[in-house]
């Protein structure tokens, strides 16, 4: 199904495939489930897409360091779940979240990532 309406994304999101791990932030659900590492499938100022290997409930809160190309290092944020979809039964999900906290020191490091992939994609 194709969205037809009016954009309503505050920020730009360019398809990227950047590798995070993540986990249940304490306190919020379960939190027996372990750290796990995969790749964004795209990334905004706001948001990314995810493949997971579980289904969470929207809400759920999660930390997630992300590797970007103009940061040697990982980058924290905590984003909340928007949605997370079955892509195959029990095994991959497409997880939407939106951030929550995005430090001031790394949102020009996500901004520039989305500028150079944008351009680079148009």
């Known amino acids: 199904m194709t969205h037809k309406g009016q954009e309503r994304r505050k920020h730009p999101r ?3 495939r950047f590798i995070v791990s993540y986990r249940i932030l304490e ?3 379960d939190t027996k489930t372990k750290r796990d590492i995969t790749q964004t499938k795209n990334i905004s100022l706001g948001g990314m897409l995810l493949t997971t290997n579980m289904q ?4 759920t ?5 992300i590797r970007l ?4 290092n ?3 944020l905590i984003a909340r779940v928007i949605e997370s979809r079955q892509i195959i039964e ?3 999900y497409d997880t939407r979240l939106m951030f929550l906290a995005v430090d001031e020191q790394h949102r020009p ?3 520039k990532t989305i500028q150079y992939y944008t351009k680079k994609e148009g």
């Open 27 to 29: 306190g919020d659900g």
């Open 74 to 76: 990982p980058i924290m």
């Open 69 to 72: 190309p103009f940061d040697p």
């Open 61 to 65: 809160n999660l930390a997630l360091e």
């Open 14 to 16: 360019i398809g990227g």
């Open 90 to 92: 029990n095994l991959v």
């Open 109 to 111: 490091i996500i901004e």
């Open 56 to 59: 969470f409930k929207p809400g």
